[in-house]
């Protein structure tokens, strides 16, 4: 009751004269911390912290930490507290439901949740790449890439769309160009429908992606089908696309 209703001077007495558990969860496993979190008092966190015996990983039946639950609020002071205070681990979350602090901020363009995860230095940047590219943040996406090791062939967990493939989703041609200058990226990616960058943008009708794609060595073959098998002829007929450069070079495979 102390902890949920942000009673900071009682919630002391009871931690120094040892007469409170704080290691008690309630019916759900739900921590002292948790709630504390949950109810935004930066204080009683502090305070259950200060004394380290708070559990500051624990993770309650549905899958929230209290990272995740601060993150969730979007408090940028007890998200701080938690991971330079209590050390908490920010990779750890839940698969089912899927509950992890730096996908949640991404998705929900919490900007300043995400720096702060980042420059602890703890953070893996993938599943928040990933995030970025399912949701086409572009702006993101491009941080993300600015950070060290990260696989700029990255797919997404929805449905396996890469970075080069977000880039013709937002018909972004200047990113496009950058991500097809650097050699570590795959132009001929499929993400998890069979589809490729040619192939999107044959069906955005986005002639001068398709030229770029293609100058950049995209795979042009008519073979070529996507899952649902359709080819590249078959979605430039389906888009009404005129046939221009890439033709040409698909006449000549």
Sequence with gaps: MAVEKGFIDVVLLLLRTGKADPYLTDSANKSALMLAVENK????????????????????????????????RRDVDITRILLEIGMANSDLGCDSPFKYPLPYAVENNYQDIV????????????????????????????????????????????????????AIRAQDLQFVQALLENKMVDINAQNWAGGTALMLAVWFKDLDAEELLVEYGADPNPSLRSWDGDTLLDLADQRGVKRLLFLKKVRTV
């Design 41 to 72: 008092h930066k204080e009683v966190v502090e305070a259950l912290l200060g004394v380290g015996s708070a559990c500051t990983d624990a993770m309650a039946e549905n899958g929230d930490t209290a990272l995740f639950l601060a993150v969730v």
């Design 115 to 166: 720096q702060i995860l980042l420059s602890a230095g703890k953070a893996d940047p993938i599943p928040g790449l990933q995030a970025a590219i399912s949701k086409n943040q572009i702006a993101t996406i491009r941080s993300f890439l600015g950070i060290a090791g990260v696989d700029p062939n990255t797919q997404d967990r929805v449905s396996g769309q890469t970075v080069l493939i977000a």
